[in-house]
């Protein structure tokens, strides 16, 4: 016989407890809606898909020992639910309702007897969860030229130039929309193909900037809606024109697949636009501006849960066909658009949208926007109303726009854009 001997105690039923030297790590991720745990044992605990309900042993002994552990960080999205299976739990019966809803958590419980039953040792957060480094470079893709729509697409890199057309893949169209996803990847959806018929499709974007095929969508064809991350890496796509405005919005999840579209908050509208704000730890969006019966000024926060909150009464000028990008660590704009004008508007790590702010470069609309260099902005292309544009005005860390910038690609309108990669 050879291994490891541990010290083990010999409790007062003349039974060994289990591992003293240490617990028992259960090699299985529970994942299920529920679970029955043993004393002497650690579980990692998986809630993205749902609430776990947690069965403890029907009966303890003094030191008995147990430790859950929020494996995915998701506990704050869907809760555990401890049924301390007819003992009590902190001095109180089983009758009382015990949850855990904090991402990051862990719980470390221990028996103490029949009065507080079992007792946490321990209920900490675990308060820095690692958080993925920005975007560095964007892409634009698709839109309208002069006669037509494309396909094609031009790579930003880390200092915000703008390569030359890349011929595209996937379904030619405008008035789409994009946003980032999985962390380090984009996603472009919906719009207008060549014949100005709206599509429900979508294309993803790997973190080399490669477009990739259509992905016919689970939704109703849209177009001129606004896009944007939320929720660390997921995103976002919501409101748009399906025949009518309408405010739905489809949910994208860390894979990029988009689920069906459900019931929105806010005013029907289109062509908004929309970005994320605060840190990106938060995963938090705006939509702001639009077109209703006529351009407004309003603004609809989104949660880290996609959850899009009711309007809030906008400041500075009403407008459509504008966009929208991060910037600095925290913040985000809201530039050009409609009129046409050159103005932003300033967004805070709160998400409030400041008044107008003196812009720089050509008053245009109909253009796309991104994050790049990972505190950056840049956006590129648009029209003036009489003519298709080939230019960009690059956006500081502070929020400053520059003057233009001509000759990046071929003029058009209607792209969209998106942040992607985390390396230079």
């Known amino acids: 016989m050879s291994g490891i001997v541990q010290n083990n105690i010999l409790r007062s039923s003349g039974t060994v407890a289990v591992s003293a030297a240490g617990l028992n790590w259960v090699d299985t991720i529970i994942t299920g809606s529920t679970a029955t745990v043993e004393a002497g044992n650690g579980y990692w605990v998986n809630t993205t898909s749902n609430t776990c309900t947690i069965t403890l042993p029907s009966s303890a002994e003094k030191g008995d020992q147990i430790v859950i552990i929020d494996y995915a960080r998701t506990w704050g999205t869907n809760k555990i639910i401890i049924d301390s299976n007819g003992l009590n739990y902190q001095g109180n019966p089983d009758t009382f309702t015990v949850e855990y809803t904090t991402d990051g958590q862990s719980v470390n419980i221990v028996y103490s ?38 396909n094609a697409s031009n790579l930003v890199n880390s200092s915000g130039v703008i390569g030359s057309d890349v011929t595209g893949v996937g379904t030619a169209r405008n008035q789409l929309a994009a946003a ?19 599509v429900s499709m979508t294309n993803l974007v790997s973190n080399s900037g490669v477009v990739a095929s259509d992905t016919t969508g689970t939704s109703t064809a849209n177009q001129s809606m606004g896009a944007a991350t939320y929720g660390v890496d997921k995103a976002i796509f919501a409101f748009g024109y399906t025949g009518s405005n309408t405010n739905t919005r489809n949910l994208v999840n860390s894979s990029g697949v988009m689920s069906a579209a459900v019931s929105g908050a806010g005013s029907a509208r289109h062509d908004l636009a929309a970005t994320g704000y605060g840190t990106p730890a938060n995963g938090t969006a705006i939509f702001a501006y639009g077109y209703t019966t006529g351009s407004v000024s309003v603004s609809n926060l989104c949660n880290n849960l996609g959850v899009i909150a009711s309007d809030v009464s906008g400041v500075g000028t009403a407008r459509q066909t504008l966009v929208a990008a991060r910037y600095g660590a925290d913040k985000a704009l809201f530039a050009f658009g409609s009129g046409p004008v050159n103005t932003r508007n300033l967004v805070s790590n709160l998400g409030v949208v400041a008044a107008d ?28 109303g009489s003519n298709f544009l080939s230019l960009k005005n690059l956006v500081n860390n502070s929020g400053v726009v520059a003057a233009d910038v001509t000759g990046v690609g071929t003029e058009r309108i209607q792209t969209a854009a998106s942040g992607y990669g985390y390396s230079a």
């Open 113 to 150: 007897d029949a009065t507080k039953g079992w007792i946490p040792l321990e209920d900490d957060v675990v308060a820095e969860a690692p958080v993925a480094p920005p975007t560095q470079r964007a892409i634009f893709a698709f839109g309208g030229i002069d006669g037509g729509v494309i």
């Open 180 to 198: 980032g996803y999985g962390g380090d990847k984009a996603i472009f959806a919906f719009g207008k193909n060549s014949s100005a018929t709206r």
């Open 357 to 384: 702010a003196s812009g720089a470069g050509t008053a245009r609309f109909y253009m796309g926007a991104a994050m790049y260099g990972g505190d950056k902005a840049v956006i590129a292309f648009g029209t003036t």
